[in-house]
Nanobody, 116 residues
Framework: EVQLVESGGGLVQPGGSLRLSCAAS????????MNWVRQAPGKGLEWISS????????SYADSVKGRFTISRDNAKNTLYLLMNNLKPEDTAVYYC?????????RGQGTQVAVSS
């Protein structure tokens, strides 16, 4: 069974930083492209970043480019998202996601709130 468990969210002031983690199990993590998506209050899901299986190809949404960094540790089956210079509009529930056997799988999410 695919399991994705996000952690690391919290309340941070504008300009602050957070590092999110996603512990993966139940599938061959090292073989899959992984993604971070988020959902702001009252809005739909927004893709924000992807990393290929070996970590050599990274992609970012324009809204986070230059501020967020995605990475992975295949030995630990863990995905990361380092978020710098956070803005109030980054407030959302953040999910790691994987396309597995024809469907998108997500964890329960971790809440990030950016406010002074």
């Amino acid at each position: 069974e695919v399991q994705l468990v996000e952690s690391g969210g919290g309340l941070v002031q504008p300009g602050g930083s957070l590092r999110l983690s996603c512990a993966a199990s139940g599938f061959a993590f090292r073989s899959y492209t992984m993604n971070w998506v988020r959902q702001a209050p009252g809005k739909g899901l927004e893709w924000i970043s992807s990393i290929n299986s070996v970590g050599s190809r990274l992609s970012y949404a324009d809204s986070v480019k230059g501020r967020f960094t995605i990475s992975r540790d295949n030995a630990k089956n863990t995905l990361y998202l380092l978020m710098n210079n956070l803005k109030p509009e980054d407030t959302a529930v953040y999910y790691c996601a994987v396309g597995y056997q024809g469907s998108d799988r997500r964890g329960q999410g971790t809440q990030v709130a950016v406010s002074s």
